[in-house]
């Protein structure tokens, strides 16, 4: 499903120099909008915005989102906000969760509150499947939510509650987008914090041993970015009121063991070096606030938001497989 059908807006996008913003500016400056991006380069890199420094459409502002007045000036004649900024991970969160409060909530609350006073139509923000906690559900559906499992998840959590009462008092437009473990280009291996893709695959194209903490056989619904990308096009544009002011699970809505994607992606990555193929995963314990199982139902989107993703997890690691190989090396 290819779309063009969000053009000639003023749109910030925060965290736009991150995995996820950064595909969302890509898409989006090319059909001719105007793009602000707004970013403090805290896990964000310059080289994922540097091919749209030269476009006239594209301005980048250095600044915190923990500062209302950056805020302020970034809303500033803005139709959207695609608000991506927040510190990922699960495990960061576990280890920093007063930065990951002041970032994700605080952060958040000045984002919103700022799009509020400059009478901004529509508010989109990242949300994430964390907020389903402890919940054994399967698949996933968006009014059934469990307790959190780590301050990360609370602070995605505080952020829809956040959401849905701005609209309630102040009329503002919001939809919550709950990405489920997206993948792709542009996203970082770097750090303790790396998602699971980048991180296996920088250590494989090194010879290294990917690490799997638990058996395995923890299932995850993975989502390719371009499905993601044009969920905010869709939610950035939608006119069924219905879809106003809600959240809705953005993933694939098909469920795969770790095991199985490990060995899958050291097979594409011996097509490029054969030593590859050598490789085995190690095992190590569980971490904390990790989640066994997780499948998205993506009925909801399907219904309201007309999405239909187009990349399965297999697709889409054949499109990226490339590009990681190409820049993690
Ligand atoms: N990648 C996923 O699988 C996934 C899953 C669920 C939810 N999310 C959410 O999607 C959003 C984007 O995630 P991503 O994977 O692109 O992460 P990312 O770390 O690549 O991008 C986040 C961006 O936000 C910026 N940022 C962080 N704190 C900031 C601050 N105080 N002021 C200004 N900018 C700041 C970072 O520098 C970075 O560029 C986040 O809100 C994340 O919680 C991502």
Request: net charge neutral; with cysteine.
């Amino acid at each position: 499903m290819s779309t063009e059908i969000l053009k000639n807006k003023k749109i910030l996008i925060t965290g736009g120099a991150g995995f996820i913003g950064s595909n969302l500016i890509e898409k989006f400056v090319y059909q001719n909008n105007e793009i602000i991006c707004l970013d403090n380069f805290i896990t964000g890199k310059k080289e994922n915005i540097i091919e749209f420094s030269d476009l006239p459409n594209f301005k980048l502002i250095e600044g915190d989102i923990r500062d209302i007045e950056t805020c302020r000036n970034a809303v500033k004649g803005v139709d959207i906000v695609l608000h991506q900024a927040a510190l990922g991970s699960v495990p960061r969160s576990v280890k920093d969760p007063i930065t990951t409060n002041a970032i994700n909530i605080s952060g958040f609350l000045n984002v919103i509150q700022a799009s509020v006073e400059a009478n901004i139509k529509r508010f989109i923000y990242a949300t994430s499947s964390s907020v389903y906690g402890d919940s054994k559900e399967l698949p996933k559906v968006e009014e059934k939510t469990g307790k959190p499992l780590s301050p990360y998840a609370i602070t995605k959590y505080v952020n829809e509650l956040y959401a849905d009462i701005f609209a309630k008092l102040y009329g503002i437009e919001t939809i919550g987008l709950r990405y489920f473990n997206v993948f792709g280009k542009k996203q970082s291996p770097e750090g303790e914090y790396a998602a699971v893709f980048p991180k296996f695959i920088k250590l494989l194209i090194n010879h290294e041993s990917p690490v799997i903490f638990g058996d395995g056989k923890q299932t995850r619904d993975f989502c390719y970015i371009d499905n993601a990308v044009i969920a905010n096009e869709l939610a950035a544009t939608t006119e069924n009121k219905e879809a106003i002011n809600q959240v809705f699970n953005i993933a694939f809505g098909e469920t795969n063991n770790l095991n199985e994607l490990t060995f899958q992606l050291i097979s594409y990555l011996s097509e490029f070096d054969t030593e590859i193929a050598k490789i085995k995963p190690l095992y190590k314990d569980e971490r904390p606030g990790d989640i066994k199982h997780s499948l998205a139902s993506i009925e909801k989107a399907k219904k309201l938001l007309n999405y239909n993703p187009e990349f399965d997890v297999h697709n889409g690691l054949k499109k990226a497989i490339g590009w990681y190989y190409e820049n993690l090396r």
